[in-house]
Protein backbone atom coordinates (compact mmCIF):
# COMPACT_ATOMS: atom_id res chain seq x y z
CA UNK A 1 0.00 0.00 0.00
CA UNK A 2 1.20 3.22 -0.57
CA UNK A 3 2.49 5.71 2.42
CA UNK A 4 0.57 8.41 1.24
CA UNK A 5 -2.26 6.24 0.90
CA UNK A 6 -1.89 4.69 4.07
CA UNK A 7 -1.15 8.08 5.97
CA UNK A 8 -4.78 9.56 4.56
CA UNK A 9 -6.70 6.43 5.81
CA UNK A 10 -4.76 7.63 9.29
CA UNK A 11 -5.73 10.96 9.55
CA UNK A 12 -9.28 10.04 8.06
CA UNK A 13 -9.20 7.47 11.31
CA UNK A 14 -7.65 9.91 13.73
CA UNK A 15 -10.77 11.66 13.87
CA UNK A 16 -11.01 15.52 13.65
CA UNK A 17 -8.08 16.29 15.38
CA UNK A 18 -6.28 15.62 12.12
CA UNK A 19 -8.99 15.29 9.50
CA UNK A 20 -7.11 18.74 7.75
CA UNK A 21 -3.99 16.49 7.32
CA UNK A 22 -3.05 14.68 4.63
CA UNK A 23 0.35 13.73 5.12
CA UNK A 24 3.24 14.34 7.44
CA UNK A 25 5.18 17.36 6.01
CA UNK A 26 5.46 21.08 7.85
CA UNK A 27 2.93 22.41 5.81
CA UNK A 28 0.51 19.40 4.91
CA UNK A 29 -2.46 19.75 7.11
CA UNK A 30 -5.04 22.57 7.10
CA UNK A 31 -3.59 24.47 10.20
CA UNK A 32 -0.44 25.29 8.67
CA UNK A 33 -1.95 26.57 5.48
CA UNK A 34 -4.50 28.91 7.51
CA UNK A 35 -1.53 30.17 9.48
CA UNK A 36 0.27 31.00 5.78
CA UNK A 37 -2.99 33.29 5.23
CA UNK A 38 -1.74 35.03 8.17
CA UNK A 39 1.97 35.31 7.51
CA UNK A 40 0.87 36.85 3.88
CA UNK A 41 -1.26 39.74 5.17
CA UNK A 42 1.81 40.43 7.60
CA UNK A 43 4.49 43.22 6.85
CA UNK A 44 6.79 41.95 9.45
CA UNK A 45 8.11 39.34 11.69
CA UNK A 46 5.36 39.52 14.37
CA UNK A 47 2.95 36.33 12.96
CA UNK A 48 5.93 34.26 13.10
CA UNK A 49 7.45 35.44 16.48
CA UNK A 50 3.67 35.00 17.44
CA UNK A 51 3.53 31.80 16.31
CA UNK A 52 6.78 30.27 17.69
CA UNK A 53 6.16 32.10 21.46
CA UNK A 54 2.51 30.34 21.68
CA UNK A 55 4.22 26.74 20.77
CA UNK A 56 7.30 27.57 23.42
CA UNK A 57 4.91 29.58 25.93
CA UNK A 58 1.69 27.01 25.76
CA UNK A 59 1.02 26.07 29.85
CA UNK A 60 -0.31 22.25 30.05
CA UNK A 61 -1.11 20.67 26.67
CA UNK A 62 -0.09 22.67 23.24
CA UNK A 63 -2.48 21.93 21.34
CA UNK A 64 -2.40 20.56 17.19
CA UNK A 65 -3.71 23.92 15.60
CA UNK A 66 -0.71 25.87 17.59
CA UNK A 67 1.36 23.19 16.93
CA UNK A 68 1.40 23.12 13.12
CA UNK A 69 1.44 26.89 12.58
CA UNK A 70 4.82 26.51 15.05
CA UNK A 71 6.26 24.22 12.94
CA UNK A 72 5.15 26.51 9.48
CA UNK A 73 6.41 29.29 11.58
CA UNK A 74 9.57 27.74 12.06
CA UNK A 75 9.85 26.60 8.39
CA UNK A 76 9.99 30.43 7.22
CA UNK A 77 12.64 31.03 10.18
CA UNK A 78 14.76 28.29 7.99
CA UNK A 79 13.96 29.90 4.94
CA UNK A 80 14.65 33.29 5.79
CA UNK A 81 18.34 32.40 6.81
CA UNK A 82 18.58 30.62 3.57
CA UNK A 83 18.20 27.56 3.93
CA UNK A 84 14.54 26.44 2.57
CA UNK A 85 12.86 22.88 3.09
CA UNK A 86 12.60 21.56 -0.60
CA UNK A 87 8.69 21.98 -0.71
CA UNK A 88 8.03 25.49 0.21
CA UNK A 89 4.58 26.43 -0.52
CA UNK A 90 4.22 29.17 -3.09
CA UNK A 91 2.94 31.77 -1.08
CA UNK A 92 5.83 30.91 1.56
CA UNK A 93 8.39 31.48 -0.98
CA UNK A 94 6.75 35.00 -2.36
CA UNK A 95 6.86 36.35 1.07
CA UNK A 96 10.15 35.20 2.04
CA UNK A 97 11.50 36.84 -1.66
CA UNK A 98 9.43 40.34 -0.74
CA UNK A 99 10.81 40.45 3.36
CA UNK A 100 14.32 39.67 3.46
CA UNK A 101 14.23 39.85 7.73
CA UNK A 102 17.40 39.41 8.91
CA UNK A 103 17.10 36.75 11.50
CA UNK A 104 18.88 36.83 14.50
CA UNK A 105 20.34 33.90 17.20
CA UNK A 106 17.13 34.78 19.54
CA UNK A 107 14.42 34.15 17.02
CA UNK A 108 16.57 30.99 15.66
CA UNK A 109 16.62 29.29 19.59
CA UNK A 110 12.34 30.30 19.72
CA UNK A 111 12.23 28.38 16.80
CA UNK A 112 14.24 25.52 17.99
CA UNK A 113 12.61 25.56 21.03
CA UNK A 114 8.96 25.57 20.03
CA UNK A 115 9.97 22.49 17.76
CA UNK A 116 10.67 21.04 20.91
CA UNK A 117 7.57 21.57 22.10
CA UNK A 118 5.65 20.64 19.51
CA UNK A 119 7.95 16.92 19.73
CA UNK A 120 6.73 16.16 23.53
CA UNK A 121 4.57 13.39 23.52
CA UNK A 122 3.47 13.87 26.63
CA UNK A 123 2.07 17.87 26.13
CA UNK A 124 1.58 17.78 22.58
CA UNK A 125 -1.41 16.93 20.92
CA UNK A 126 0.24 16.78 17.63
CA UNK A 127 2.75 14.55 18.89
CA UNK A 128 0.42 12.52 20.32
CA UNK A 129 -1.76 11.92 17.58
CA UNK A 130 1.40 10.85 15.57
CA UNK A 131 2.65 8.53 17.51
CA UNK A 132 -0.68 6.20 16.57
CA UNK A 133 1.44 4.72 13.96
CA UNK A 134 5.52 4.12 13.93
CA UNK A 135 6.11 4.39 10.25
CA UNK A 136 4.02 8.21 10.39
CA UNK A 137 6.01 8.82 13.30
CA UNK A 138 9.38 8.11 12.14
CA UNK A 139 8.15 10.23 8.70
CA UNK A 140 7.20 12.95 11.01
CA UNK A 141 10.77 12.89 13.30
CA UNK A 142 12.31 12.83 9.87
CA UNK A 143 11.00 16.31 9.01
CA UNK A 144 11.43 17.80 11.69
CA UNK A 145 14.90 16.44 12.48
CA UNK A 146 15.59 18.11 8.75
CA UNK A 147 14.08 21.22 9.81
CA UNK A 148 16.29 21.42 12.98
CA UNK A 149 19.00 20.73 11.14
CA UNK A 150 18.42 23.57 8.62
CA UNK A 151 18.04 25.88 12.27
CA UNK A 152 21.57 25.17 13.32
CA UNK A 153 23.80 28.56 14.44
Known amino acids: MNLRLVVVCMLAWA????AGGWDTGSFDNDDALDWIYELSESEDLSVVE???ENAVDASGYLEAPTGSAAIA???VVAALRGKPRS?????VTDWVRTHQFAVGSDLVETARSAISAVR???SSELAQLWSDSKELTDAWEADLRDLLKRLEQ
Open 87 to 91: ELPTE
Open 73 to 75: AAE
Open 50 to 52: SAL
Open 15 to 18: GTAL
Open 120 to 122: NSE
